[in-house]
């Protein structure tokens, strides 16, 4: 009887012993296995309604830097062609931009930390993954765009190139804007085909500036109008005469240009767009004067400064104000609850010249 | 010889051994996670065979003591052993039964549990949706396919994997990875700011700027180690992609192509997919007033389960977890800044376990004292009658 038990006893020791062992095998393996899976590039459902126009994130970075809210506060609003995306660990942002003929580029926003480098290094870091070479400090100052916002300047780059064996219809360009501030550096990029990152330029740099204004909460900086809605405007057309050459726009601005004057000086060419009426034709005149170094005039005065230009969309308000060497010359107009200002600025010559070319631009203006 | 055997392992001898030696190990391993920090040394001591001497990584290494899955594994066999060999069935024992086979539950569930619960984290920001949870204590390689349309093929190499001069070779890719170099924990540094001397371990993408230097394991327990690793791609069809960075601290992934497809890799903490989503509607962390002692805090999210037509608001909070699909979220803990909630995430297929055997060895002593208690009064009666 007690050698029966003891068999008993052995037998189930040794099962034990056996599952016991198999458990820790399994265990042990648990570790150290490849794992394959998919998932899905839609983003998840959300179910929350105030989410539903917001940019989407469906992550969160853990190693946000502290002090930078997260993109999911800010509703900062995208170009309906803009697909959002499931996130990447870092990403704050991920849209597909989606163009001809299977072409498809990439938007993203990254955060990390202040110490990410400087803008030559991540310029040519990018530079690599398109397969180029690196350039210098003074090819960079050549090429780089600035943006100023209300969190600071953005630089921006626009750099092309085709990797080996990269697929053109995905690949060949990246236009990016980075910026640094106390705690972060944020990273902004689009990357793709080529010809649709070209079209998709305006709409990117108003993103940047956008969400850069969104990480303030005092917003763009105050001036005598109230705060300009650029993100939420509706979008206009026009066509720019030749010679002039869209540059990013500031966080006040719906768009800029630049058109060349002499002796290597510039015309700044801006269009701006503000909900309401933008103040009285005195107040704006006076402050356009008082930008130019020139004497307040009498509102009553300020009438006769005042002249319409009637296009085949709407009536503008036209001015033309010399100082002693710049020259300004501003249209408005008001429709739909808004003031759309277009202004043009430059050595008294030049604008001269370019007086016919800026009328033309206002004449191709279609709300 | 066979007597021997069963005499040793149903010795009580050999229980006062594993109990003497559990209390010295739990003793050592308390003592020991001031320098290797809590995960550190309940791996080393508590969920392995042998603790060694010296740690891994050092070439060679020395069983100095058993480890806590030895010693708990024994005292089972010991205790199951012990209680069959000396079993004869009598209503006057049944809570010497009840209560061993408490006890043996309650070990089989914490070794079960050891083996096989899997913890992991969910961090949320207000309004943000998550359908996978991230393992703060283990990294992964994660290499993806984008070429999908509407999905990525991700293959995950856990880090335990990446070992120097190790060559990975999987069906899924179209390109082996051979490790060059792997830091449990590191630093990086801009080549331009970590002065001279420094090199870099990639050649490519934008490791090739930076400097990765080894650092000591982290050991506080709101600290976490930052792995990195220099790998080559080496296509099958021949030749080399370069060496790339890849670390948990580097964020971005990293992409090329390869295979006519395009890549990109990143060494992130391991997630853990789930067939349903979590999105935080809001964090509430209410303090005493006047004070920065917490009340409460409590997450209000929405479970979003497309395969079973689900889509609810949960309140999470302190011992109100929300229990779904065999897994537990936790309230457990917030960013500092309140910007973020942070939810443990529990796969424990043996929970129960501690509870069952709560109960069955509270029965046991019951019935057990019961009965002497009983036997106890009766003489008491006898003697004075």
Known sequence: MRIGCAGWVMRISKYFILVLSAALLVSCEKNSEIKV???SKAPLEQSAPQQQDAMPTNTSAPRMPAGLPPAAETAVTTPANWEAQPLSQMRQASFLVKGDNGAVADVSFVSLGSAAGNVLENVNRWLGQLGQPPITEQKLGEMAQRLQTSLGEVTIVDLAGLPDNAD?????RIIAAMMTTSNATLFFKMRGNADLAETQKGDFIRWVAAVCDAQTQAGPAQIAEAPPQTASAPTIKWTAPEGWTEVPPSSMRYASFSAPAQDGGKIDISIVTFPGDGGSDA???????????LAPVDANAVTSQVAPLKTGDTMFSTTDIAGNKTRTIAAWTRRDGRVWFFKATGPNAAIEKEKSNFVKFIESVRF | MLHKFVDIITSLKLTIVCLAAGMALIFAGTLAQVHLGIHEAQQRYFQSMFVWWPPEGRG???PIFPGGHLIGAVLLINLIAAHLKRFRWSWRKLGIHLTHAGLIIMLAGGLFTDLFAVESHMQLANGDAKNYSEDMRQTELAVIDTSGDDLDQVTAIPDTVLRPNRVIDHWSLPFRIAVRNFYQNSR????????EGARPIA??????????EPVTRATASDERDVPSAAIEILPKDGGSLGTWLVSDSLGAPQTFACGG???MIALRPARYYKPYSVTLQKFTHEKYAGTEIPKDFSSKVTLIDPERSVNRDVLIYMNHPLRYRGETFYQAGF???????ILQVVHNPSFIAPYVACVIVAAGLLVQFGFHLVGFSRQRRRAIA
């Open chain 2, 188 to 195: 990086l540094r801009m080549l331009s700011q970590a002065g």
């Open chain 1, 283 to 293: 107040d704006n005149i006076n402050r356009w004067r008082g930008q130019m170094g």
């Open chain 2, 261 to 263: 497809r395009t890549w």
């Open chain 2, 203 to 212: 050649n490519q993408g934008s490791g090739a700027m930076i400097a990765v």
């Open chain 1, 37 to 39: 899976y998919r998932v």
């Open chain 1, 168 to 172: 053109p219809a995905r690949d060949g």
């Open chain 2, 335 to 341: 960013q500092k800044d309140d910007s973020a909630t």
């Open chain 2, 60 to 62: 060679f290494r020395i």
